[in-house]
């Protein structure tokens, strides 16, 4: 007998033995001899390979049925929320901003195939919503203080110059007070300057963290400011032609 036959002949009486325990399992359940053998039959009809692969198929299926349905809505509502900024660009400007978002809600997701970017009808603004834009981009405007987020970049930069050289002369003086302080033994001399180093340099470390933070904000203002003036200039010159175009 060749190793294949042989090999074929212990996997057929492995698996003739599998089916006579899995029978007498479903017997001990209280089946009889023929609901055993149909209910034995069903499974094996249940889990064939492609029966298995049709329920896996059919699965994902869903999932990615999910997944884009998903995408949509997202991209939906961040288009939805990038209304104003879509109303004013080219339709060629518009295509490629959509393209864009819908390109950072799929990254990573697997959709169904041939998925395209969904449609998001820009409608173009009445009078009155126009109007109500323009006092909406006055408003914030007002909010922001040019003039003081300047000067705070101002201030704090000079505060990471001015408090960490002080902080470092002040270091410096201690280190130099610990180093001729002969009260105690050198290893406690210079346990004592390495905890004086550290300690300065967390309040430096701190000091320089909280300024920065502060000039980034101040930043982020300044530039709110200039994308909402230029927002507000291209809305008015859209209302000051719907207004023409209506006469």
């Known amino acids: 007998m060749s190793k294949k036959m042989e090999t074929t002949n212990k996997l057929i009486d492995r698996v003739n ?10 017997q ?3 089946l009889t001899p023929s609901q055993t053998r149909i209910k034995f039959d069903d499974y094996q009809i249940k889990y064939t390979q492609e ?13 990615l049925s999910e997944n884009r349905r998903a995408a949509v809505s997202e991209f939906n509502g961040i288009a939805g929320s990038h209304y ?20 950072d809600t799929t990254e990573g997701l697997e959709l169904p195939n041939g998925t395209k970017r969904p449609d998001f009808a820009v409608i173009e603004p009445s009078v009155d919503k126009l109007i109500e834009r323009r006092a909406e981009l006055v408003s914030s405007l007002d909010s922001i203080n040019l003039t003081m987020e300047n000067q705070t970049i101002k201030h704090n930069e000079q505060s990471i ?3 960490s050289q002080g902080l470092e002369k002040q270091c410096a003086s201690e280190v130099a007070k610990l180093r001729k302080d002969d009260s105690t033994s050198q290893a406690e001399r210079e346990r004592q300057i390495k905890e004086t180093e550290a300690d300065y340099k967390v309040r430096i470390s701190r000091h320089i963290h909280k300024c920065k933070s502060c000039i980034e904000s ?4 300044i530039k709110r400011h200039e994308a909402m003036q230029e927002e507000l200039e291209a809305v008015n010159t859209m209302l000051s032609t719907q207004l023409v175009n209506s006469k």
């Open 17 to 26: 033995a599998l089916e006579a325990i899995c029978i007498d399992l479903l």
């Open 28 to 30: 001990l359940t209280g």
């Open 51 to 63: 029966a298995i692969d049709k329920r896996e198929a059919e699965v994902h299926a869903k999932q």
């Open 84 to 103: 104003w900024k879509l109303v004013l660009m080219s339709k060629k400007e518009q295509g490629k901003h959509l393209d864009a978002i819908w390109l």
């Open 161 to 163: 110059i001015d408090v």
């Open 218 to 221: 101040a930043k982020v203002s």
